[in-house]
């Protein structure tokens, strides 16, 4: 058919890892990498900027107490000294600049004499451990469910993984993770007689992972599956496909080769900022779990206004999803090779 | 007390003595049936990790939870709250015009690392405390016209270390040989007893601190000054544990210390946990991986309705008290009849009954149960609807003029809970239509300390220590906007409680005391609201002597240097 | 070229197509000819008038009004009491809050959508279509967005203009677009390079008539798929911002806070938490048939 036969290159239908590599492709594509990676310097500039004064704008100040009795005024003004905040705003701004520059993101006011580097670094193991298995089993499963469910479109395969999806997007993380402790630890535990159950929140035990694996899981996968119903959908219907499909080929192949890849874009664009939020920590499933990431701290230092710990999760939280949306723009050149970058 | 970010936070309980024993005992039997040392382990929730490990930086109950278990300070409580008892200090004599303290220290009080506690760490450890460029949250009541020459603490400049050491060696403190420790006042306090029971109070050894820092560091140098306490080898306390681990956000591990002047505990383990959610909590418990826990509001009824764990709560009085806020500042509310019509109108038993599932009693005065002070006599506050209509009338407020108000709620579940209830009160038995405000607890400090509130709670207070003092100076006019968010006018409260507070005499001062209470109830200065009630869960095989007041966040936690586990 | 002759042919397939019978006309019967997509519109407007009858029924008495709490019946189970669905941690009907819930929760999760789909659509087809400058100026901006601090932001929100309903669905649509912006952004980057549309560019067809009759019909699938999940997500964090103060203060029930609230109860009372989710799931379903039926109605490969 000249559809197939005519297409300006087989891309679409041959794996494209070698033509993307090209070496004319691959000079072009590392001049994109380098420019991208500069251009992180001012979005993490303007995410410091808008950060900071956002921050000193929120009501509330770092040495407010959540109840009680307030700290009294010559403590406050203490306080103001040893922390430089007595200092006007754009003179703690510069000097805030001029130390991330050198990568000394400062002292919590939180927690004494603690330095934000040690307390992101303490916290991003655990997050980013959580983040990467979650992720580990996201794009499988997600993209499985949903080429199964276009597949089989108006089917019961395609109707329990709707019902996957609708019910995993219903029930908040933090009720999916409180009903399987229910049920997975402290029922399980009783049943058992403490013989066995998974841990209803002990970092370090070996099963702890698996609830909160799960948990962190869940709607992503639901999301994913569904962008991939739909967007496979799409290019079943494409001519081309339907042509393959003609031409005898077998199911499996048609729907690896073609079908797949063409409906990648969507589910690829959506993973990368879904791996960035994934292994930067979710504080939900950090607080039912009890595990002791910086999704958490994160939140912890907005709500005690610890503007050192914010700036610093914040401006971690940028690179990592630059780096993520930069990942995805790649992949759009493996995935399919006329994608222009610019 | 600074009350926690959980209502749970506010632990200060009171009421006598109570003997959480295994095998039905309910006082430690001559065979103690001690589990082996490997099991010697306690799990304990304090919800929230300690901002640091230095004793004088803490402010927050679950933080003292781990200060005063590994350093001790001069005197503790006795468990009946009556007096002081020794701890640090074997004794002390105070002169007769109440102005010197001579502290006699434990001759046997050793550092954890074996050396002996000197007076000289006394001094150090305080002035470490009042060194202004540290800017401890809790230094307040020891230069609040306390200690002799501390009173200019807001007044030193930070930024010059001469400065600093010419104020901290103008204190009031010496140490006239290695065992006596001397404080000098700067005027006549009763409460100084009870001022030095505090946690922040503590000896430190400069030469610890010092050699952490990497040297002799200048007195304005704040970070060099708490390098010490980030990390366990070189947080050495005099208390009965000292700290093996610290794994940030998860928990904090404390070991016996075996120079313990008082003998080494029998725990070989204590693990303070920071589980924020109370639901985890609670299956951790379940799961049997915590031995003492708090129960969740909505689960109390849970666990009384169940076998098991019912015969593992435990429910006692917290040395707390809750109240309303009127900002007293805006007509209507600079009227008492409008706030006494308001505090008329709630009805205090089923709040505590059934909303809080009776860990709550409803107070309608000031001073909580269980400690001096505590008095129910006057009930002008308490619930008659009737009553409270006809005052809003005699007030000639209109319906339409309140219901423009708001009730400033912090967005934590209990106060959310709480408010609900408070605001259908009002909205049912006044008439009245009035919303709530639910936002950011940083947010509602923020806005009630600029006095851009109409009403406000419940905000509360948990004692420090078992004495008027420490609750009457609340409501005096110089501390309006520090707890006193309304700033009521009080006729003659200030002189009242200022004489008081110097007084000598401990029956005058009762009498003085309860005439200043009089005066905030029938003034309805605030409306008190209730005394809340620690519901805890206890492994049947933790062996805890409860001391009420000492306990200032789970169970027995200032016993534990006596806890065991015993055989199961 | 000769190798693009049949993208062409398709291309003017469709423009005839067009002509022939109305777009929406078209549509609209095919719409309806998908059953589940039926179902699901039924729901919808099923859950609609219950939103707009609610104050109704409560003010003759036919439901039990949903701020009325009976302390000595907390935490009710279902049918207890004379609760059908049970109580909350204050003794409210669950039912009457699920009713009355419906109001904020349905138009939030709508109305945001209704904000965040012009935005996102508008943004992602500019990047993907011009790309160059435009392309990675828009895309910077979307890397900012996505790393700023949407909950600080909020609070700063608040403390400006108070809390009001406007303000819910402003902060949660300025935090949202980013996600379908880029989505957009990557359909248009894939299928602009396909044949078809370079066959109708070079038949000169106007950047706009590309972009709404080529470019979109064919990147709708995914579009409407993350739409429909933004419904639930946006009545959670409805909840969310509550707890801060933006928005819908309590007594006034909206299932995102019930939700919430029934976390606290999950062992005393576990299904003052199912409830609400499974409005919310109802919901979800109904919208995601109306989506795919949508979806289907407006493909253009569907319409011979």
Same mark, same amino acid.
């Given at each position: ?283 939900? @499933? ?43 723009? @790649? ?12 | ?13 009171? *009421? ?20 082996? =040392? ?77 050396? !002996? ?26 230069? &609040? ?11 030193? &400049? ?25 404080? #000098?006042?700067?005027?006549? *306090? ?22 952490? =820092? ?69 299956? #951790? ?66 709040? *505590? ?24 006599? &006057? ?5 008659? !609807?009737?009553?409270?209509? =006809? ?147 206890? *492994? ?14 789970? !169970? ?13 | ?76 189970? %279902? ?152 419904? %639930? ?19 006034? %029930? ?51």
């Amino acid at each position: 058919m000249a559809v197939i036969a005519g297409r300006p290159n087989r891309g679409a239908l041959l794996p494209s890892r070698l033509s993307a590599l090209s070496s004319s492709r691959a000079g072009s594509l590392t001049i994109f990498i380098v420019r991208r990676i500069l251009w992180m310097i001012p979005i993490v500039f303007f995410v410091i900027l808008i950060t900071f004064f956002l921050m000193h704008l929120a009501p509330g100040s770092p040495w407010d107490r959540s109840g009680g009795r307030e700290l009294s005024a010559v403590v406050r003004h203490n306080l103001d000294i040893k922390y430089g905040l007595n200092q006007p705003e754009y003179q703690q701004f510069e000097l805030y600049l001029w130390n991330v520059a050198h990568f000394d993101f400062g002292l919590s006011y939180q927690y004494e004499g603690k330095t934000v580097t040690t307390l992101i670094g303490e916290g991003i193991p655990y997050t980013a451990t959580l983040g990467v298995l979650a992720f580990v089993i996201i794009v499988p499963l997600g993209i499985a469910m949903g080429v199964l469910a276009a597949l089989r479109q108006n089917t019961r395969t395609d109707y329990i993984t709707m019902g996957f999806a609708t019910a995993a997007a219903s029930f908040p993380n933090f009720v999916v993770g409180a009903l399987m402790v229910v049920v997975f630890s402290v029922e399980m535990a009783k049943w058992t007689q403490h013989a066995f159950f998974l841990p209803a929140a002990d970092f370090g035990v070996d099963d702890h992972l698996i609830m909160p694996v799960i948990t962190l899981a869940l709607l992503p996968i639901a999301y994913t599956a569904r962008l991939t119903r739909a967007s496979t959908l799409d290019t079943i219907r494409q001519d081309y496909i339907r042509t393959a499909w003609a031409k005898g080929l077998s199911e499996r192949l048609v729907v690896v080769k073609h079908v797949l890849k063409n409906s990648l874009i969507p589910v690829v664009t959506t993973l990368g900022p879904t791996f960035a939020f994934l292994v930067t920590g979710s504080v939900i @499933v950090e607080t039912v779990f009890n595990i002791p990431g910086i999704g958490r701290a994160f939140v912890v230092a907005v709500t005690s206004r610890d503007y050192p710990m914010i700036l610093g999760t914040t401006v971690l939280f940028s690179v990592v999803i630059a780096v993520a949306n930069l990942v995805v723009d @790649v992949l759009y050149v493996f995935i399919d090779p006329r994608v222009r970058l610019t | 007390m600074h009350l926690g970010t959980r209502i749970r936070a506010l632990a200060l309980a009171s *009421a006598g003595l109570f003997v959480v024993a295994a095998c039905g005992g309910t006082t430690a039997a001559p065979s103690l049936n001690l589990a082996p =040392a490997a099991q010697q382990i306690l799990r304990v929730n304090t919800g929230v990790e300690p901002n640091s490990f230095d004793p004088t930086q803490q402010s927050y109950t679950y933080e003292a939870a781990v200060g005063r278990n590994t350093f001790q300070s001069l005197l503790q409580p006795k468990a009946d709250l009556s007096d002081v008892q020794p701890a640090a200090a074997k004794s002390y004599d105070v002169s007769s015009d109440g102005l010197t303290y001579t502290f006699h220290l434990q001759p046997n009080a050793k550092w954890s690392d074996g050396k !002996p506690v000197t007076a000289s760490d006394w001094v150090y450890g305080y002035q470490h405390l009042l060194n202004p460029a540290l800017a401890a949250p809790y230094v307040d009541p020891f230069f &609040d016209t306390t200690i002799a020459g501390a009173a200019n603490y807001g007044n030193v &400049d930070v930024s010059s270390a001469s400065a600093i050491d010419s104020y901290l060696s103008g204190l009031g403190l010496s140490a006239p040989d290695a065992n006596t420790f001397v404080i #000098k006042l700067a005027h006549p *306090a009763a409460y100084f007893k009870w001022v030095v029971t505090l946690w922040v109070a503590i000896p430190l050894r400069k030469d610890v601190v010092e050699s952490a =820092a990497g040297g002799t560091f200048a007195s304005t140098d704040t970070t060099k000054a708490e390098v010490w306490a980030n990390n366990a080898s070189t947080i050495i306390g005099n208390g009965a544990f000292k700290i093996s681990e610290i794994v940030s956000k998860d928990h904090v591990t404390m070991v016996p210390n075996t120079y313990y002047w008082g003998g080494a505990p029998k725990l070989q383990q204590v693990i303070y946990y920071y589980i924020s959610d109370g639901n985890t909590e609670f299956s #951790k418990y379940q799961t049997g991986a915590l031995d003492i826990a708090n129960v969740p509001l909505a689960d109390v009824t849970v666990v009384q309705g169940d076998a098991t764990l019912s015969k593992q709560a435990y429910l006692y009085p917290e040395l707390t008290a809750f109240w309303m806020t009127f900002n007293t500042q805006k007509a209507p509310f600079d009227n008492p009849k409008v706030r006494l019509a308001f505090a008329k109108s709630i009805d205090r038993n089923a709040l *505590a009954t059934d909303v809080e599932h009776g860990t709550a009693k409803g107070l309608a005065s000031f001073i909580p149960n269980g400690m001096a002070g505590y008095d129910t006599s &006057d009930t002008t506050q308490s619930f008659d !609807p009737t009553a409270a209509k =006809a005052l809003l009338a005699s007030a000639g407020v209109t319906a339409s003029t309140l219901n423009q108000f708001k009730l400033l709620t912090r967005n934590t579940t209990g106060s959310k809970t709480i408010n609900q209830y408070i605001v259908n009160q009002w909205n049912t038995n006044l008439g009245l239509n009035i919303q709530l405000d639910v936002i950011d607890s940083k947010t509602v400090t923020s806005r009630i300390r600029k006095g851009d509130f109409d009403i406000y709670g419940p905000d509360g207070w948990g004692a420090d220590y078992p004495d008027q003092q420490d609750w009457a100076d609340i409501f005096v006019s110089g501390s309006c906007h520090s707890l006193n968010w309304g700033c009521p006018t009080l006729a003659g409260y200030d002189a009242l409680v200022q004489k008081a507070d110097t007084e000598l005499n401990q029956t005058q001062r009762n009498a003085d005391y309860l005439t200043a209470q009089k005066e905030l109830i029938d003034q309805a200065a605030v409306a008190f609201m209730y005394q809340p009630y620690e519901y805890d869960l206890v *492994a049947p095989y933790v062996h805890i002597t409860h001391t009420a007041f000492d306990d200032q966040y789970a !169970p027995g936690d200032q016993n534990y240097a006596t806890a065991y586990i015993t055989a199961h | 070229m000769a190798l693009a002759a049949p993208a062409v042919q398709q291309a003017v397939d469709w423009e005839v197509a067009e002509q022939q019978i109305g777009l929406w006309q078209d549509a609209w019967s095919r719409f309806r000819r998908n059953r589940l997509a039926l179902a699901g519109a039924v729901v919808v407007v099923f859950l609609v008038l219950v939103a707009f009858l609610s104050p109704v029924l409560v003010h003759f008495g036919i439901i039990i009004d949903p701020i009325n709490q009976e302390v000595t019946h907390i935490e009710a189970g %279902p049918g207890q009491f004379g609760h059908l669905l049970g109580t909350d941690e204050l003794g409210r009907d669950t039912l009457s809050r699920l009713m009355y819930g419906s109001r904020i929760s349905l138009s939030v999760g709508i109305l945001v959508q209704g904000i965040i789909l012009p935005i996102g659509l508008a943004i992602g087809l500019a990047a993907g279509y011009f790309g160059g400058r435009i392309d990675n100026l828009l895309m910077r901006i979307t890397d900012i967005w996505y790393a700023f601090p949407d909950l600080i932001f909020v609070l700063v929100l608040v403390s400006v203009f108070g809390p009001s309903l406007l303000s819910i669905f402003g902060a949660i649509a300025l935090v949202n677009w980013v996600n379908l912006a880029r989505l957009v952004r990557g359909q248009v980057l894939a299928i602009k390079e396909k044949e078809y549309i370079e066959a109708a560019r070079s038949s000169g067809s106007p950047p706009i008539k590309l972009i709404l009759k080529h470019l979109l019909p064919n990147a709708l699938g995914p579009i409407i798929v993350t739409v429909v999940f933004g419904i %639930p997500q946006a009545i959670f964090l409805e909840a969310a911002l509550s707890f801060l103060g933006v928005g819908i203060q309590p007594p006034t %029930p909206t299932w995102g806070q019930m939700v919430f609230d029934g976390y606290e109860a999950i062992y005393a009372n576990p299904t003052s938490v199912v409830f609400p989710a499974l409005a919310i799931g109802f919901t979800l379903l109904a919208f995601s048939f109306i989506g795919d039926g949508l979806r289907d109605a407006l493909d253009p490969r569907m319409r011979r």
